[in-house]
């Protein structure tokens, strides 16, 4: 069975669930199908919407993002099998403002040799859970964050990653001491060098790498 015809055999049942659907090619993230819902928000006949090509994802999609959520999703395949669904939030532009959605992906289609080409999204908008999408805004600042700083990350030692840690939940230095079997002077130490290579000045600034990194 083709992609086409895959789509051709589900859209019907697709149109009657409450969120939007999607399915896109691996390759460009180009659009091939999205239910009336979702044309509709956009303002699009899916023609229009697929005529965007690989256009679509920076023309309503955070910049980077996208990229980021297949690249999870391929290491999720590699790690669990193709069955295997990757849930994330993000934000959708609509009528010039970005709105949040909670969205599950996961591969929608496979050609010969294993091969997975198309991708099935199913987005729920969340503009009825205030806590979420501050939750979520925090989570996008925080990978935001993470990107732009991976290389100076990328430069910890294991033993300071340790440090970062204990240092963004907040422990003094006795404390990290006694956690790592080390002296408060090797603390120092890694503290010391942790400010260096990440270029911050104080304790708040090494929380913020904490909490992007997901060590608190």
């Known amino acids: 069975?083709?992609?086409?015809?895959?789509?051709?055999?589900?859209?019907e049942e697709f149109e009657k669930l409450p969120g939007i659907t999607v399915i896109n090619e691996i390759e460009g993230f180009k659009p091939l199908f999205m239910t009336s819902n979702g044309l509709e928000l956009l303002g699009l006949t899916l023609n229009e919407l697929i005529a965007t090509k690989e256009n679509y994802q920076h023309i309503y999609f955070k910049?980077?993002?996208?990229?980021?959520?297949?690249e999870s999703l391929e290491s999720l395949i590699e790690l669990e099998g193709l069955d295997e669904t990757y849930t994330f939030f993000h934000q959708v532009?609509?009528?010039?403002?970005f709105q949040w959605y909670a969205a599950s992906i996961k591969i929608f289609h496979i050609e010969a040799h294993f091969q997975p080409t198309h991708t099935i999204t199913y987005a729920v908008p969340l503009k009825d859970f205030e806590w979420t999408i501050k939750r979520a805004e925090r989570l996008m600042?925080?990978?935001?964050?993470?990107?732009?700083?991976l290389e100076k990350y990328g430069k910890l030692t294991p033993r300071e990653i340790e440090t970062l840690g204990l240092a963004g939940k907040g422990m003094r230095t006795n404390e990290m001491a006694e956690r790592l079997n080390i002296s408060s002077d090797t603390v120092n130490s890694h503290l010391k060098s942790l400010r260096k290579k990440l270029e911050v000045a104080n304790s708040f600034e090494l929380q913020e790498y904490a909490r992007a990194y997901d060590l608190m």
Request: a neutral charge.
């Open 1 to 11: 069975m083709t992609v086409e015809e895959k789509i051709s055999t589900f859209s």
């Open 63 to 70: 910049s980077n993002y996208i990229r980021d959520y297949l």
């Open 93 to 97: 532009k609509i009528k010039g403002s």
């Open 141 to 149: 600042e925080e990978t935001d964050f993470a990107r732009k700083n």
